[in-house]
């Protein structure tokens, strides 16, 4: 069935770096631009990045800007999202998700409508 | 940087409506997406740009949006129904995507 698995979460120090991982099955992943949401503990949901199907396009929410990295290897069917410099304001889950419309570009981008059960990370000393 | 606004709380009895909105400058020229997330899980997409559903969404969710309020509506409310639910658009002038801050919904 459709589905996304995501791994890498964990505790880690600030200044540290951690790379999650977002395995894809049962769809052609390489179709479908991929997303990062993170949900503080008891906030609302945030988007942090943006890949487009091909990987030619990404895009970062101004608060991880420069920190974090979205990849992606559609030989692979897997998502990636490397995050630099951790602060205690980076602690959330992290889920990975798909757009709803094929080879969207963006604008044209049309809701997310599958999504992972998210991976914990936790930036503390 | 654009900002949606939501009701941080609706209630409402079961059998009722629920109206959740959620509020941008002029909103009604982007297209708006719901979602539901009840708790300790991941969101749903229930409603996507503006008033359409994805399969298997009930018929009792729909969306609207005009000028600078976009609304999802929930007819006759089940306890079921009960979970946050957040708007998303995407901003041309930053190429970000935004959310609202959620509305919890209660079932009373």
């Known amino acids: 069935q459709v589905q996304l698995v995501e791994s890498g979460g964990g505790v880690v120090q600030p200044g540290r770096s951690l790379r999650l991982s977002c395995e894809a099955s049962g769809f052609s992943f390489s179709n479908y631009a991929m997303y990062w949401v993170r949900q503080a503990p008891g906030k609302g949901l945030e988007w942090v990045s943006l890949?487009?199907?091909?990987?030619?396009?990404?895009f970062y929410a101004d608060s991880v800007k420069g920190r974090f990295t979205i990849s992606r290897d559609n030989s692979k069917n897997t998502l990636y999202l490397l995050m630099n410099n951790l602060g205690p304001e980076d602690t959330a889950m992290y889920f990975c998700?798909?757009?709803?419309?094929?080879?969207?570009?963006?604008?044209?981008?049309?809701?997310?409508?599958?999504w992972g059960q998210g991976t914990k990370v936790s930036v503390s000393s | 940087s654009y900002v949606l606004t939501q009701p941080p709380s609706v209630s409402v009895a079961p059998g009722q409506t629920a109206t959740i909105t959620c509020g941008g400058d002029?909103?009604?020229?982007?297209?708006v997406h719901w979602y539901q997330q009840k708790s300790g899980q991941a969101p749903v997409l229930v409603v996507y740009d503006d008033r359409d559903r994805p399969s298997g969404i009930p018929e009792r969710f729909s969306g609207s949006n005009s000028g600078n309020t976009a609304t999802l509506t929930i007819s006759r409310v089940e306890a079921g129904d009960e979970a946050d639910y957040h708007c998303?658009?995407?901003?041309?002038?930053?190429?970000?995507?935004?959310f609202g801050g959620g509305t919890k919904l209660t079932v009373l």
């Open positions: 998700a798909r757009d709803s419309r094929r080879y969207c570009t963006s604008i044209d981008c049309q809701g997310l409508d599958i």
């Open positions: 002029n909103i009604g020229t982007k297209n």
């Open positions: 998303q658009v995407w901003d041309v002038r930053s190429d970000h995507w935004v």
């Open positions: 890949i487009l199907y091909d990987g030619g396009s990404e």
